[in-house]
């Protein structure tokens, strides 16, 4: 039997280690806890719960010692966003405002992971209040995008810290949050996977919310199937999040390995090709080439609208709902807000309870015309970002990174970043497989299936010296 390394297993890797003994819990927590402290420098985490994960472990241990395993994820480590209540502990949402807020209730996400025995080993950095798509965090630091050792990169955003712990060897997998890109962008740019759910997917219940019509929580992985077993663990109707009731749960594992063939798959339209890099153009090239070697239909399809219409609408909806819950803070010019993160929830406040509730029913619009002119293909596939990490240095913090991704918090679909390339710097680029509602098993699927005739999800980012 092959050896299993406890810094680079997966889930589905981990979770038949475990069930083997040829690794135990204790072992994968106790590796992680010191590479985390080794690499301290690439600014993953806000909090590690380092007691109380190595007695987690010791406790899975024991269970599954004398067969109480409880599932495959028991025994399994996960770092989550810090914007995710955990009781008593406290949660910041990324701001310095906060660095004293203690949690009031547990999330429902958490105690879904926790209740199948899965490990916290920490909290991770974020973007303040989750409003950003570069990842940086003027007041508490932003994280180190692991693939550039030399130059401070983007991690993206919001989900950066989730996005770099799972990407360096810091966590097996992390949770992040959605809202306008901030699981896919942050999964692009550290050339990870990342699933951005349907709204009402995964509950919000002890989440910070930034908008509560477009917030969606959602997990970052290594590998597709890990996403797609984190997926299933989470989703599911919580009485505490009204939303979740329309949805039955959704188990995504019997369809993952179905292939795409004779499945439709649409490309962008040609105009939006403009303004992305040319390496990222040639790696979705070749995405979609494969993807038509691998049996798909590829087909070419006519938007109803613009990405950028998308994204406008997206940034109006997040002012208005985000100045909601944090505009008292924004406007105190005595709080120490983080000094670019102001102006952007500060949208909210000139906006009138007329132009929020037509922004809400022009979203409508251009929901339902998007649904008819892609009712029978299986999913839109874009680049994840226009271009690979940036420089944070050239980040211009006016504008947003989230061109390809807002489209689908917008529109109400489902998403999934997958690894699909490397630029001649070595920096990872993306593919965005964009799905209608509830379809999280066939964005898995196609994502599985892509991912399983490629080697991106092999490379790891270098090591220091």
């Given at each position: 039997?092959?050896?299993?390394?406890?810094?680079?297993?997966?889930?589905?890797?981990?979770?038949?280690?475990?069930?083997?003994?040829?690794?135990?819990?204790?072992?994968?927590?106790?590796?992680?806890?010191?590479?985390?402290?080794?690499?301290?420098?690439?600014?993953?985490?806000?909090?590690?719960?380092?007691?109380?994960?190595?007695?987690?472990?010791?406790?899975?241990?024991?269970?599954?010692?004398?067969?109480?395993?409880?599932?495959?994820?028991?025994?399994?480590?996960?770092?989550?966003?810090?914007?995710?209540?955990?009781?008593?502990?406290?949660?910041?949402?990324?701001?310095?405002?906060?660095?004293?807020?203690?949690?009031?209730?547990?999330?429902?996400?958490?105690?879904?992971?926790?209740?199948?025995?899965?490990?916290?080993?920490?909290?991770?950095?974020?973007?303040?209040?989750?409003?950003?798509?570069?990842?940086?965090?003027?007041?508490?630091?932003?994280?180190?995008?692991?693939?550039?050792?030399?130059?401070?990169?983007?991690?993206?955003?919001?989900?950066?810290?989730?996005?770099?712990?799972?990407?360096?060897?810091?966590?097996?997998?992390?949770?992040?949050?959605?809202?306008?890109?901030?699981?896919?962008?942050?999964?692009?740019?550290?050339?990870?996977?990342?699933?951005?759910?349907?709204?009402?997917?995964?509950?919000?219940?002890?989440?910070?919310?930034?908008?509560?019509?477009?917030?969606?929580?959602?997990?970052?992985?290594?590998?597709?199937?890990?996403?797609?077993?984190?997926?299933?663990?989470?989703?599911?109707?919580?009485?505490?999040?009204?939303?979740?009731?329309?949805?039955?749960?959704?188990?995504?594992?019997?369809?993952?390995?179905?292939?795409?063939?004779?499945?439709?798959?649409?490309?962008?339209?040609?105009?939006?090709?403009?303004?992305?890099?040319?390496?990222?153009?040639?790696?979705?090239?070749?995405?979609?080439?494969?993807?038509?070697?691998?049996?798909?239909?590829?087909?070419?399809?006519?938007?109803?609208?613009?990405?950028?219409?998308?994204?406008?609408?997206?940034?109006?909806?997040?002012?208005?709902?985000?100045?909601?819950?944090?505009?008292?803070?924004?406007?105190?010019?005595?709080?120490?807000?983080?000094?670019?993160?102001?102006?952007?929830?500060?949208?909210?406040?000139?906006?009138?309870?007329?132009?929020?509730?037509?922004?809400?029913?022009?979203?409508?619009?251009?929901?339902?015309?998007?649904?008819?002119?892609?009712?029978?293909?299986?999913?839109?596939?874009?680049?994840?970002?226009?271009?690979?990490?940036?420089?944070?240095?050239?980040?211009?913090?006016?504008?947003?990174?989230?061109?390809?991704?807002?489209?689908?918090?917008?529109?109400?679909?489902c998403g999934l970043a997958v690894p699909n390339g490397f630029t001649t710097d070595g920096l990872p680029t993306s593919l965005q497989i964009l799905c209608h509602a509830g379809r999280e098993d066939m964005a898995l699927r196609i994502g599985w299936t892509y991912e399983q005739a490629s080697e991106w999800k092999a490379r790891r980012p270098p090591e220091p010296h």
């Open positions: 039997m092959s050896v299993v390394d406890p810094v680079w297993a997966g889930l589905a890797e981990l979770s038949a280690a475990f069930e083997s003994r040829a690794l135990s819990p204790v072992d994968v927590v106790g590796a992680l806890l010191a590479r985390i402290k080794a690499r301290d420098a690439l600014h993953a985490y806000i909090a590690i719960y380092e007691y109380e994960a190595r007695l987690a472990a010791e406790a899975a241990d024991r269970a599954i010692t004398s067969g109480h395993r409880i599932g495959p994820l028991h025994g399994i480590p996960i770092a989550l966003k810090d914007l995710v209540d955990l009781q008593g502990r406290v949660t910041t949402g990324g701001s310095k405002v906060w660095i004293d807020r203690v949690s009031p209730v547990t999330a429902t996400l958490a105690e879904r992971l926790i209740g199948a025995g899965m490990i916290v080993l920490g909290k991770t950095h974020t973007v303040e209040f989750a409003m950003g798509s570069f990842g940086t965090n003027t007041h508490l630091g932003t994280p180190w995008n692991p693939w550039d050792l030399a130059v401070h990169r983007t991690p993206g955003g919001s989900s950066s810290g989730s996005a770099v712990a799972v990407a360096a060897g810091l966590a097996p997998a992390a949770i992040g949050t959605d809202t306008g890109g901030s699981v896919r962008l942050p999964a692009a740019w550290c050339g990870i996977v990342g699933l951005k759910v349907t709204a009402g997917r995964i509950s919000t219940h002890g989440v910070l919310p930034l908008s509560f019509t477009l917030d969606t929580p959602g997990p970052m992985a290594r590998s597709v199937e890990d996403a797609a077993l984190l997926f299933r663990a989470l989703n599911g109707p919580d009485p505490q999040d009204p939303p979740t009731l329309a949805w039955t749960p959704s188990d995504p594992m019997p369809t993952l390995r179905r292939g795409v063939k004779g499945l439709r798959l649409a490309v962008m339209p040609e105009d939006e090709r403009l303004g992305v890099d040319a390496e990222v153009l040639a790696a979705y090239d070749a995405s979609v080439k494969k993807f038509a070697g691998l049996g798909a239909e590829i087909v070419r399809v006519s938007l109803p609208n613009r990405f950028a219409d998308y994204a406008a609408g997206v940034g109006r909806i997040i002012g208005a709902e985000g100045y909601r819950f944090v505009g008292h803070l924004v406007d105190d010019a005595s709080l120490p807000v983080d000094p670019h993160i102001r102006p952007r929830i500060q949208v909210g406040r000139g906006m009138s309870a007329r132009d929020y509730l037509l922004a809400l029913a022009e979203r409508e619009e251009h929901r339902r015309a998007f649904v008819r002119a892609l009712a029978d293909v299986d999913a839109l596939l874009t680049p994840t970002a226009q271009t690979a990490a940036i420089p944070i240095a050239k980040v211009d913090q006016s504008g947003t990174a989230a061109f390809f991704t807002r489209a689908g918090n917008y529109l109400g679909l």
